[in-house]
């Protein structure tokens, strides 16, 4: 155990220490407007349904392997993906509007 006298010095300039830290505000949000595109392929690329379809239509880009036309193929993908976009974009907007009632909200100090 560790005993410091109290001589008053650190309780001086106690609103510079203040400013160093960061700010006690909620965020839930897992994307940024900017990085919302590949953070979410990125994410849908994880799930091994996405992954076999993205496989499947690579392999049919190829003329010997070509089983229905290019565009049929990508069509599961690209509808799946794109409900997935939607609704994690609509999640994270709700998310977002959440954080941002609750950040600025008014509280009460009570002092001692």
């Known amino acids: 155990r560790i005993v410091l006298p109290d001589n008053g010095r650190q309780w001086k300039d106690w609103k ?3 400013t160093v830290y960061s700010r006690n505000r909620i965020q839930t949000t897992k994307y940024k407007w900017s990085t919302f595109l590949p953070q979410n392929l990125l994410r849908q690329f994880r799930r091994l349904g996405n992954l076999y379809f993205f496989f499947l239509v690579v392999l049919n880009w190829f003329p010997q392997v ?3 036309h290019r565009e049929i193929t990508m069509l599961p993908l690209v509808v799946v993906l794109l409900a997935s976009m939607i609704k994690d974009a609509i999640e994270d907007y709700r998310k977002y509007q959440y954080d941002k009632t609750i950040n600025f909200t ?4 009570y002092d001692k």
């Open 66 to 68: 070509e089983v229905f």
């Open 16 to 18: 510079q220490p203040s």
């Open 106 to 109: 008014k509280t009460r100090v």
